[in-house]
């Protein structure tokens, strides 16, 4: 079965310090992953994707197929980081459709 | 940009009712897609459509219908609200084509109280 978990419901840390939101799938074939953020009061949007190997607002994420994950990772947090983050998993040959995980809500303190 | 409209931002209802929530985008994109987003659940997928009069299941589609009789317009449809239906209901669209058709452009949400 096609599955996204993020263990995570909330994940708080100190400005400046590293960030690691947590990404385990179960997939059979080739996935495609993806990480989408929710800003408050802003609509879901794509952060990044793991097939574009791009750094966007100095978050990355490498797929481990080995150990089926796509952990999103940050070197410095910041205040402005803090929002819902979801894990999404595209499988091949579907309809387009995405699998989400629970989300983890990321909150940066001051 | 992609540009997704949801009808309503805050909708309340009654027990019993049937509830009509619009969606419409305006980049002539293939599929479309009604999310619930519950605390905890993650964004769960209730029905989408991958062309004009054509739709699918998803996880939960229990209590849920859904109408695209226009490309642009996908309505989720709630026969006979329940106070268990009470959420934020988030509709997606992609192009379905090409490298980035996969990618999800989604509306601002609908969030509906059923009393």
């Known amino acids: 079965a096609q599955r996204v978990t993020q263990p995570e419901k909330l994940l708080s840390v100190f400005k400046g310090a590293p960030v690691e939101l947590k990404c385990n799938y179960s997939y059979s074939g080739s996935p495609e992953l993806f990480w989408y953020v929710q800003y408050s009061r802003q609509r879901l949007q794509l952060l990044l994707r793991h097939i574009s190997r791009e750094s966007i607002k100095g978050f990355t994420a490498d797929l481990n197929k080995g150990e089926t994950s796509f952990h999103l990772k940050k070197p410095f947090a910041q205040e402005e980081d803090s929002a819902m983050y979801y894990c999404?998993?595209?499988?091949?040959?579907?309809?387009?459709?995405?699998?989400f995980g629970q989300g983890t809500t990321l909150q940066v303190k001051p | 940009d992609v540009k997704v409209t949801q009808s309503s931002r805050y909708l309340v209802k009654r027990t019993g009712e049937k509830v009509f929530l619009e969606c419409v985008q305006d980049m002539d994109h293939e599929n479309m897609f009604w999310y619930r987003q519950d605390p905890g659940l993650g964004l769960r997928l209730i029905y989408f459509?991958?062309?004009?009069?054509?739709?699918e299941k998803g996880d939960i589609p229990e209590g849920y219908s859904v109408s695209r009789e226009k490309k642009e317009r996908f309505s989720l449809i709630l026969e006979s609200a329940s106070t268990n239906q009470t959420s934020m209901y988030l509709c997606?669209?992609?192009?379905?084509?090409?490298?980035?058709?996969?990618?999800?452009?989604f509306g601002a949400g609908t969030r509906l109280s059923v009393l």
């Open positions: 459509s991958y062309d004009v009069k054509m739709k």
């Open positions: 999404a998993l595209s499988g091949s040959g579907n309809t387009g459709k995405l699998i």
């Open positions: 997606a669209t992609s192009s379905g084509a090409g490298v980035k058709g996969v990618i999800q452009y």
